[in-house]
């Protein structure tokens, strides 16, 4: 009996070894407390590139594009120059949020008459046909004028020294690295750049890329205009036009980047701030408006009436997202009435509370790799910034002179006739990555993204319905176990025609899990597809900023 009774204390010490003192069961660890300033990144050069910058005079936005031009470095499958930025501002000076969208355009000699000529049905994901123009570079030029204080050549001095001396490989990195490689490695420039040795770096081998360094070496000294009209940008259109590809100077040079006004809606006090489209964001804006009807609070965290209920609303919204998002150049986007308590209250009334729903329709109104960070600075100035090439390495197309993947976001177009994302030339794709920003009484409360394509608005309503409903801290809220629901991932019209899946991580009790499958959800236990986030909140009180970075990737949040 003893040595049983001992048996069952050595058990249960060796299950509750890495509980913690404080906090959720499953946070990994506390939450970083900064007054001067904090970074939360990706991955920890980043983050501390970041930090250098604001100790050496610079604002939130020079440490936000330092950061950024060092994950296109070290983390070159999520993120790179080839690719495109959207980001949100919040200025002290002004007391106000601002928006920038950063997607650039498909090219102007590529006509959807031409494609289905050639008998293509469908964009690729790969190769020369899915590259639009790189917006990132231009992104980093207008954030630079409007707010920046640092000269650009010092904020991109730390990402050229690791494109030149080399940097070692993060264990995730690696493991998305190699998953790439597996496929690209005949592509055009890849294997020259991205595969030193025939090979993918592994975790602690020392990577170096000096093409990119010499690249962002030009961006230096020159600015801008040696991405959209000098050197680099002719050598884009020489490569790609070797390679049957469409994008010329003209377009790179037309390109311009467009500062927006954010959407918002209040859920529960807070408001809650989105791009509004070509992006996703407003569906989470759909999202939480739909659930703000429901006693999320009481139902608890990961209870089979809450997943159910997110569930159902994502599908809700993703059917309008599926229709309505698209370039507002082309369209007369019904933005407003998407994002109204009023339509909400409509679609609210759809859900079965005791069954899931096959599919639903979109209201009546008349896969991805990216990188996020954040960061905010002494003056109170906070950035929330996102950054991708959509798939891992884009396109995979490389010129290997530049030493960056050019994007694949044109891939995201449709062919559909009479649909807002139908491909037509010098118009934005569709795009997934959101940039997310809350304040509350009008002061800024937090800056935070979760990445992870079609999982960025069910990522951002996971975590705010973790703060703000169950009470979590904000490690905690991103630790959290999450639910990821597919089926209708795609702007290309409906695709809920089985109601989808629903992917989930360890964390959920089996008893709702069961739940759910007998309500009709199609449950599977998944991993890798729940995405990365980052945040930083502000306490007004006490004049601190709370720092986090999931565990789920190589990331850091740290300040001083």
Request: aromatic share 10%; hydrophobic share 40%.
């Amino acid at each position: 009996m003893k040595r049983t009774l001992l048996l069952m204390v050595l058990l249960s010490t060796c299950c509750l070894a890495q509980d913690r003192v404080t906090g959720r069961r499953f946070a990994t660890r506390s939450e970083v407390i900064a007054q001067n300033g904090i970074a939360c990144t990706s991955q920890p050069l980043a983050t501390q590139a970041a930090l250098e910058i604001l100790r050496q005079g610079g604002n939130a936005i020079d440490a936000a594009i330092a950061a950024n031009a060092v994950n296109t470095v070290v983390e070159p499958m999520s993120c790179g120059i080839g690719g495109d930025l959207f980001a949100m501002v919040w200025s002290a000076k002004d007391q106000k949020l601002f928006g920038l969208n950063a997607s650039g355009r498909s090219p102007k000699s590529l006509t959807l008459a031409h494609m289905r000529d050639l008998g293509i049905e469908k964009i690729p994901i790969r190769g020369s046909l899915p590259v639009s123009v790189p917006g990132c570079v231009d992104g980093w030029f207008e954030l630079h004028k409007k707010f920046g204080s640092l000269p650009m050549a010092t904020i991109l001095q730390p990402a050229i020294y690791y494109a030149r001396n080399g940097f070692p490989v993060t264990e995730v990195i690696a493991h998305y690295w190699g998953n790439s490689a597996k496929s690209l490695y005949d592509m055009p420039g890849f294997a020259e750049i991205f595969m030193s040795g025939g090979k993918a770096p592994a975790k602690g081998e020392i990577f170096r890329n000096p093409a990119l360094a010499r690249t962002l070496e030009l961006l230096a000294k020159r600015g801008r205009v040696a991405f959209y009209e000098g050197e680099i940008a002719r050598e884009i259109e020489l490569f790609l036009r070797r390679n049957d590809g469409f994008l010329q100077v003209a377009d790179l040079a037309a390109h311009r980047s467009e500062w927006v006004e954010p959407v918002s809606s209040n859920y529960r006090g807070y408001d809650v701030w989105e791009l509004p489209p070509n992006g996703q964001g407003i569906a989470a804006l759909q999202i939480l408006n739909i659930l703000e009807g429901f006693d999320i609070k009481k139902m608890g965290f990961g209870s089979r009436e809450f997943l159910h209920l997110l569930v159902e609303a994502k599908k809700l919204a993703y059917e309008d997202r599926a229709k309505y998002y698209a370039d507002p150049g082309f369209n007369a986007l019904p933005v407003a009435k998407l994002v109204s308590k009023e339509y909400a209250a409509v679609r609210r009334k759809l859900i079965d509370r005791s069954r899931a729903a096959k599919r639903y329709a979109p209201g009546d109104l008349e896969h991805g790799d990216t990188i996020y960070l954040t960061v905010a600075d002494k003056d109170g100035n906070m950035v929330s910034l996102i950054q991708s090439l959509y798939w891992g390495f884009g396109s995979g197309m490389v010129p290997p002179k530049l030493g960056f993947p050019l994007q694949n976001r044109g891939a995201l177009f449709t062919f559909e006739d009479g649909h807002f994302n139908q491909y037509a030339p010098e118009k934005r794709p569709f795009h997934t990555i959101i940039p997310a920003f809350v304040t509350k009484a009008g002061k800024p409360f937090l800056s935070f993204g979760v990445m992870g394509g079609a999982m960025q608005p069910q990522g951002h309503v996971q975590i705010l319905i973790n703060l703000i409903d169950f009470g979590m801290g904000l490690q905690e809220a991103g630790d959290a176990p999450r639910v990821r629901h597919g089926g209708s991932s795609q702007p290309t019209g409906s695709q809920m025609t089985s109601g989808g899946r629903v992917s989930f991580e360890s964390g959920f009790s089996s008893e709702s899990i069961r739940e759910l499958v007998k309500i009709g959800h199609n449950m599977v236990k998944s991993v890798g597809v729940f995405g990365g986030y980052q945040a930083i909140m502000f306490d007004h009180e006490n004049k601190v900023y709370y720092g986090a970075s999931e565990s789920r990737k190589d990331g850091q949040a740290a300040g001083y």
